[in-house]
């Protein structure tokens, strides 16, 4: 059973930056795609970011390209997500997943997965 442990929230100003990371165990990670999702209050949980089994192939929602960065440490098992240049409207918790398809499909997996952590949370004030 893939277990998922995510942190790194907090709060921030708006324009601030955080890094959140995720440490995954219970999968093979270095074969497994990664990806980051968010529930704001009220909300359905989306999708924020996906990064292939290597490193060298990421998704971004359209809300956060630019300003978000996905990247992993296979020798750490361990994702990380840059937030850069916040608005309040990135106000959620943030949680991770696997996949062992590509990071396209995880696009569409925002209620997809069986197992989810805790998710960390972000507030961004103004």
């Known amino acids: 059973q893939v277990q998922l442990v995510e942190s790194g929230g907090g709060s921030v100003q708006a324009g601030g930056s955080l890094r959140l990371s995720c440490a995954v165990s219970?999968?093979?990670?270095?074969?497994?795609?990664m990806g980051w999702f968010r529930q704001a209050p009220g909300k359905e949980r989306e999708f924020v970011a996906a990064?292939?089994?290597?490193?060298?192939?990421?998704n971004f929602a359209d809300s956060v390209k630019g300003r978000f960065a996905i990247s992993r440490d296979n020798a750490k098992n361990t994702v990380y997500l840059q937030l850069n240049s916040l608005k309040l409207e990135d106000t959620a918790v943030y949680y991770c997943?696997?996949?062992?398809?590509?990071?396209?499909?995880?696009?569409?997996?925002?209620?997809?997965?069986?197992?989810w952590g805790q998710g960390t949370q972000v507030t961004v004030s103004s």
């Open positions: 997943n696997t996949d062992p398809r590509g990071p396209t499909y995880m696009m569409d997996m925002s209620t997809g997965y069986k197992y």
């Open positions: 219970g999968v093979t990670f270095s074969t497994y795609s």
């Open positions: 990064i292939n089994w290597s490193g060298y192939s990421a």
